[in-house]
């Protein structure tokens, strides 16, 4: 008889009960070691999107039809209302069968709920739970692995995973990184019965403070009020101090959100500083492997922590129930997951700054976004299309066949629209003169390839302010060791770009050459344009020069910059280069930055100011990606029909 693959997970969270019901299910030996005395006691409610439901159903058609009994199933004409703090609507948000993901529905829950969920999943499908007790370090044997646990045993085992959250003693023995990074907001959250707001979700913006809320079964809502302060303060006043401060804070809001947080059960109110990490290419040691917030911590801004945990449990429960050897299976599954989750940490990273509207300005450019936009989070709808490397079955129904492996990615955008004109776009090529230094590894972190970067700016006029932005940009990239490429608009002027003048205009071949090497792309654009309708047309254009089409921005990432003072202009343009985008299939969803002019260049002497912190983060987003490309690059796409 062939033993069973045993396996220790750390930490009874999402992720971890999730990936031992999985591995259960699936043949494995698993034991969950949780250092609290209970599982899921409190966190108040979350948002499972579409995602993170698909792959609740892969791992157990059972436990897809259990959250939809405990969860509060999203109907296919639900709507999430998006207003100002007086209550005035902004945006009423689809939420039923939203952007194209008719198949799955969002589903709020409760916490608890789904903790005793996946508890009892794993529990019947065998895995066994240890709790009050933690994991506290490991060591490497001859075909298994020890692990010290905090009552001073061990327990050798096949595996070990890492789920034990964002302060994960096993990432620490793995990696030994810093500890992870304060964002510059806390989250009051909490659960209310009865509001007059109803089974509705609403997010409601104040200056320094966005207020999400969500239905999560009978008349109970799940609300989290995301709070900019120094660290520290928020958590040190306890959870009745941070209700009464929040009362405080949103004294003069719309009458009913001030009633829900008044009326909050007060042992379900949570407070909690919020955190993230950088990316890191490193998830495993032999026979061990992170997941969830040990892996890649996130803010919430996107509300897809949760939902990643998810994912990595279902692709870790895969890939150790193959006939792999298991620490070629843990590396299959860390290859899978480290590039889209690192997209998802970044975007959500810039999201959560983008939400808060900070001060008057900051605010006004996020209720103008979410006006034009017509919701909160632009860039969710890309992260959504994940799916199972096979289709999961329907819930309560028969387990899912098994099938070929398909990469994990997003699905391809839908067709543009052509524009209704045919403004220009002028560029010109050359090399930023910056000095080349190389990027600063992370502790722990496998060796990055050095990115090849395009900027491109839209400026037809030499030495804009357009220009020297995406040269600002450049000198960036070259500075973090990337080879840099500029095209901006003095050299080249093709307004009237066709297919086809690749091949008799050198300079445009030069051009198309470039992208097609590219591991990641900035464009730079002035808001003057309006709908940028050239740029969109040009980049279409350049789609069907390859003898294709050819989508040979696929798998690149993508930084988008809007140059201009005006707020609705900028989130106009950063709209449209958002299109594009997406009809070069660009991934991840592009990064937007907004900026009024030039920032100031790097100085020992002087802060940088806010549109520089922000410019320079995204460049290092786009950096990071384009690296993590560049270290296993393909083939070049212009060679794949």
Excluded at 236 to 245: E, H, L, M, Q, S
Excluded at 579 to 592: E, Q
Excluded at 610 to 622: C, F, G, I, T
Aim: charged share 20%; net charge neutral.
């Amino acid at each position: 008889m062939t033993r069973r693959r045993s396996v220790v997970v750390a930490g009874g969270g999402i992720g971890g009960l999730a990936a031992a019901a999985g591995m259960a299910a699936r043949g494995l030996d698993v034991t969950v070691v949780e250092r609290a005395g209970r599982i899921g006691a409190g966190g108040s409610g979350l948002v499972l999107y579409p995602n993170g439901v698909r792959a609740v159903d892969a791992l157990s058609a059972r436990l897809g039809a259990g959250l939809r009994a405990v969860g509060h199933v999203s109907g296919p004409d639900e709507v999430r209302v998006l207003m100002d703090s007086a209550g005035t609507v902004l945006a009423r948000e689809r939420v039923g069968g939203a952007a194209g993901h008719q198949d799955t529905p969002q589903i709020p829950v409760l916490r608890a709920a789904l903790h005793r969920l996946l508890l009892d999943e794993a529990l019947g499908a065998g895995a066994s739970v240890r709790l009050a007790t933690a994991v506290t370090d490991y060591a490497d044997g001859p075909g298994h692995v020890t692990v010290q646990l905090s009552d001073d045993t061990t327990v050798e085992c096949d595996a070990l995973i890492g789920a034990d959250g964002i302060h994960s003693a096993v990432r620490a023995r793995m990696l030994g990184d810093e500890p992870p990074v304060y964002r510059g907001y806390t989250s009051v959250r909490g659960r209310t019965g009865g509001s007059p707001l109803g089974g509705r979700g609403h997010v409601v913006n104040g200056r320094g403070i966005q207020l999400f809320v969500a239905p999560v079964g009978a008349d109970d809502l799940y609300w989290a009020a995301k709070i900019s302060a120094p660290p520290g303060v928020w958590p040190a006043k306890g959870r009745d101090g941070a209700r009464a401060a929040l009362l405080d804070a949103i004294a003069d809001w719309y009458p009913p959100i001030v009633d829900l947080v008044r009326d909050a059960v007060p042992e379900d109110v949570v407070v909690t500083d919020i955190h993230d990490r950088d990316p890191v290419e490193r998830w495993t040691d032999g026979r061990v492997a992170l997941l969830g917030d040990a892996a890649h911590p996130m803010v919430p801004a996107l509300g897809q922590g949760a939902n990643m945990a998810l994912e990595d449990a279902l692709v870790l429960a895969e890939a150790l129930a193959s006939d792999a050897a298991v620490p070629d299976a843990l590396a299959d599954y860390a290859r899978e997951r480290t590039a889209r989750t690192a997209a998802v940490v970044l975007a959500s990273r810039r999201q959560g700054s983008v939400d808060q509207g900070a001060d008057r300005a900051g605010a006004e450019r996020r209720n103008a976004r979410i006006a034009a936009a017509g919701r909160k989070d632009a860039e969710l709808p890309d992260l959504l299309a994940w799916q199972p490397r096979r289709p999961p079955a329907a819930p309560g129904g028969p387990a899912a066949p098994g099938g070929p492996a398909a990469p994990d990615g997003p699905a391809a955008p839908g067709k543009a629209a052509a524009p209704d004109t045919a403004a220009g776009i002028a560029l010109i090529g050359h090399v930023t003169q910056a000095t080349p230094r190389a990027p600063r590894p992370q502790k722990g972190d496998t060796a990055m390839g050095a990115p090849r970067v395009v900027v491109i700016s839209g400026s037809l006029r030499p030495g804009s302010t357009c220009d020297q932005v995406a040269d600002w940009c450049a000198q960036r990239c070259a500075e973090q060791g990337a080879a840099v490429r500029v095209f901006t608009g003095s050299e080249i002027d093709f307004p009237a770009y066709r297919p086809g003048l690749g091949g008799t205009h050198a300079a445009v071949a030069g051009f198309l050459g470039e992208l097609r090497g590219a591991d990641g792309v900035i464009l730079v654009s002035p808001t003057y344009h309006a709908t940028v309708s050239g740029l969109l047309k040009n980049a279409l254009d350049y789609v069907n020069d390859i003898g294709g089409p050819v989508p040979y921005l696929e798998g690149r990432a993508i930084g988008t910059v809007a140059v201009g003072a005006a707020a609705q202009g900028a989130v106009s343009t950063l709209t449209t280069l958002r299109t594009i985008g997406h009809a070069l299939r660009g991934w991840p969803t592009p990064v937007g930055v907004a900026v009024s002019g030039v920032p100031a260049q790097p100085s020992a002497d002087a802060e940088p100011g806010p549109e520089a912190v922000r410019l320079a983060e995204m460049v290092s987003q786009v950096l990071w990606l384009g690296g993590a490309r560049a270290a296993r690059r393909p083939a070049p796409l212009g060679a794949v029909a």
